[in-house]
């Protein structure tokens, strides 16, 4: 069974920023792509950034893209989360996942939630105008 756990989060002003932390233990797949998303209240799950098991791929959501940065630590089975320039709508409970790739994917990156199969307990992003 494989594991992701969940750091980070919490409660910030509109402009602060914030990292987020997911450790895969457990059966970890040899290779895997790993993905955030994030929920709000009444809203649907959407995709946030994703990441290639070697690291050279990502991609981002547009709502997103230039604030925040995903990234990964393969050695420690660590994927990231830097939120910089927060806005109040950006709040929603993020989640971490992680897709069995196979050695033949190392490359690719996965934006829909679909594609993941395991995934972390969630954390609260809140931010304050």
């Known amino acids: 069974q494989v594991r992701l756990v969940q750091s980070g989060g919490g409660s910030v002003q509109a402009g602060g920023s914030l990292r987020l932390s997911c450790v895969v233990s457990?059966?970890?797949?040899?290779?895997?792509?790993a993905g955030w998303f994030r929920q709000a209240p009444g809203k649907e799950r959407e995709f946030v950034a994703a990441?290639?098991?070697?690291?050279?791929?990502?991609g981002y959501a547009d709502s997103v893209k230039g604030r925040f940065t995903i990234s990964r630590d393969s050695a420690k089975n660590t994927e990231y989360l830097q939120m910089n320039s927060l806005k109040p709508e950006d709040t929603a409970v993020y989640y971490c996942?992680?897709?069995?790739?196979?050695?033949?994917?190392?490359?690719?990156?996965?934006?829909?939630?679909?594609?993941?199969?395991?995934w972390g307990q969630g954390t609260q992003v809140t931010v304050s105008s």
């Open positions: 996942a992680c897709k069995n790739t196979g050695p033949f994917s190392r490359d690719s990156y996965y934006p829909g939630w679909i594609d993941y199969g395991d």
């Open positions: 990441i290639s098991w070697s690291g050279g791929s990502t």
């Open positions: 457990g059966r970890t797949p040899n290779s895997y792509a």
